[in-house]
């Protein structure tokens, strides 16, 4: 009598078994993560956030690479460069500007020349207006606005250098933001004429200057341009045309000679904002 032999599938067996294995630890990770979202959402959002962080698939990794300084970091130096010599001694405002415009001049960064700029104008220096100046060159607009902003608040010089320097940037500045912040400058620098006679000329010199410049923006192929231009003749005349255009070219040319009247200030109809009711539209 033969006996038969048996054999057990092993491979197969063990296959299984690792099968069942993975599928454990994946439920098992599962329900730890099922478990974690139900502490979180219940428990107001104030749940240890270790439970979550010891999850591998929640395992913090930080994006920082020794020896590099993030743009956020490089950030927050400069501006406590600025905030920390608005009240320092001669010797370190001196030092400060100069590691500001260090990082200005050697930064490819627009907005770091930005953030260095506006950290100089807080630093009270005999020097920065100079540097203001040089800055105005930037190849970036919005870090000329930063130095034209800075030298329009804290200029050192005359009124008449400033109103010089506005307008220079007003008419040479091919950028319209540039032309824009140059304009609210002169309005919020020179409010109202110091001096007109009873015929409503403006005889001073700089606010004559500034008037007859304005009235050549009026002209501006930008329409934000043009507007902002009329706003702020109304703060440095105190006259109110309103956005009537044609009427400030009229007054621009009195101021000129070349207009035989001054027009009509606006109406208190005028002032009226129109409303349009809903069944007229």
Known sequence: MKLQTTFFPVNSILSTIEKKMQMMIALKYFLLLFIGIILFVTSGCAVDNEFIAKLPLFEAKSDKIPGLESPLQRKKVIQLKGQR???????????LVAQLMVEYRTSPDPNMRREAV??????????????MKEILADSDPFVRISALEALGKTYNGTKKELALLLIENLKKDTDK???????????QSFPKPSAKTPDETITNEIDTLIVQVLGEALYDKVPAVRYETMQSLHKITGKDYGNDINRWIQYIQYQKGEAE???????????????????FK
């Not at 010599?85 to 030092?95: P, Q, V």
């Open 85 to 95: 010599g608005a009240a320092a001694s001669d010797f370190e405002k001196e030092i």
């Open 118 to 131: 506006d950290a100089m104008a807080k630093i009270p220096h005999p020097k920065r207006d100079q540097y």
């Open 177 to 187: 933001d540039v032309r824009l912040t140059a304009i609210r400058l002169l309005a």
């Open 261 to 279: 009247k001054l027009p009509n200030e606006r109406s208190f109809a005028e002032k009226i904002p129109a409303v349009q009711l809903p069944m």
